[in-house]
């Protein structure tokens, strides 16, 4: 019996000396399917660096690259339950959970990349950060996705009508297949590791990507018209589970916050490199890049629009986002 009680005292007292060190420190388990070197992956490092140093080594953050705690959609229910702590996540596994990330997803909601950063950045971003709250999470900081543009094997895209009857790979995603529908060519969902061979062997005639993914992947090599649309501009987001979030302080849950949000500029500091880089090494590699007068594009949108801005308080979003200067 005292045998027991020796056990069952080491026990608790083992208990009691982890939850003393969880208090004293903590290393955040975060999440990425981007490889490492990759700009957001490096941001969520820079992320962790300053609460390092501002929590005297009582917070860090681990970064899981290349997808090693699984793909996105898997993440972001292990990131609601706590089991994941922080998690850098494209836009799209959220638009059917979160309405508001629909609208930071609308084609041409953006005019441009300033545009989009200055939204993102201010009152609008935040409200919609907020939202996720309702869900287990907490929003942080939104990061650049780079802007997507139409490349394909025929022939350079400079009106909706050349894309009439094209073949187009798309996310699996509502919005893009209706963005791609509306533009009168053929939305075909397919995974983006299968794209290449499916350009190669002319299953699809085209995708839709940002500079760096049209170059990493070389799709250049099989689909070298690449028409500058720039259709989406749709940013992504760094989210930290609301368990371990409510587990801190007030005081480190604001550093945690301002943290995120100086990692934003690391971030875009890498991406616009990255992009530059990617845009020189495909016009090298033989790529016919042509710029589109966007307005068609824009006036092709409306069914799009009318699919996806269901109620008053979307309308109302889409209307600040489009008077933001």
Do not use: C
Not at 147 to 174: E, L, W
Not at 215 to 221: A, D, G, L, R, V
Not at 272 to 297: H, I, M, W, Y
């Amino acid at each position: 019996m005292s045998d027991r009680r020796m056990l069952k005292g080491a026990a608790l007292a083992a208990l009691l000396a982890l939850g003393a060190t969880g208090a004293q420190a903590q290393t955040l388990r975060s999440t990425d399917i981007h490889p490492d070197g990759y700009p957001t992956v490096e941001a969520v490092k820079h992320m962790g660096k300053l609460l390092e140093e501002r929590s005297k080594g009582k917070i860090k953050i681990n970064v899981f690259h290349s997808a090693q705690l699984g793909q996105e959609k898997d993440t972001i229910e292990q990131t609601r339950f706590g089991v994941i702590d922080m998690n850098r996540i494209n836009m799209a596994p959220f638009n059917n959970l979160i309405p508001a990330t629909n609208i930071p997803s609308l084609p041409f909601i953006f005019r441009s990349v300033a545009h989009m950063r200055k939204v993102m950045d201010g009152p609008i971003g935040d409200s919609i950060l907020a939202e996720f709250e309702k869900h287990g999470l907490v929003g942080l900081a939104f990061y650049d996705s780079g802007a997507r543009s139409f490349y394909n094997s025929k022939q350079p895209i400079n009106t909706p009508a050349d894309m009439k009857g094209m073949k187009i790979r798309v996310q699996q995603s509502d919005m893009f297949i209706s963005l791609v529908s509306a533009l009168g060519a053929n939305a075909t969902p397919m995974n983006f590791g299968e794209v290449y061979s499916g350009l190669q062997t002319k299953l699809i005639d085209g995708a839709e990507n940002n500079w760096p993914s049209y170059e990493s992947t070389k799709h250049f090599e099989v689909a070298k018209f690449y028409s500058q649309t720039e259709h989406s501009l749709s940013p992504e987001v760094l989210v930290m589970s609301k368990k371990t979030f409510d587990k801190f302080s007030a005081d480190e849950q604001k550093m945690i916050k301002a943290a995120a949000k100086e990692s934003v500029a690391k971030m875009r500091e890498l991406w616009d490199a990255r992009e530059k880089a990617s845009e020189a090494k495909v016009r090298a590699g033989g790529a016919q890049v042509n710029t589109v007068e966007k307005q068609p594009f824009i006036d092709a949108m409306k069914p799009v629009y009318e699919k996806f801005v269901k109620d008053q308080a979307m309308k109302d979003l889409v209307a600040k986002i489009q008077a933001e200067k």
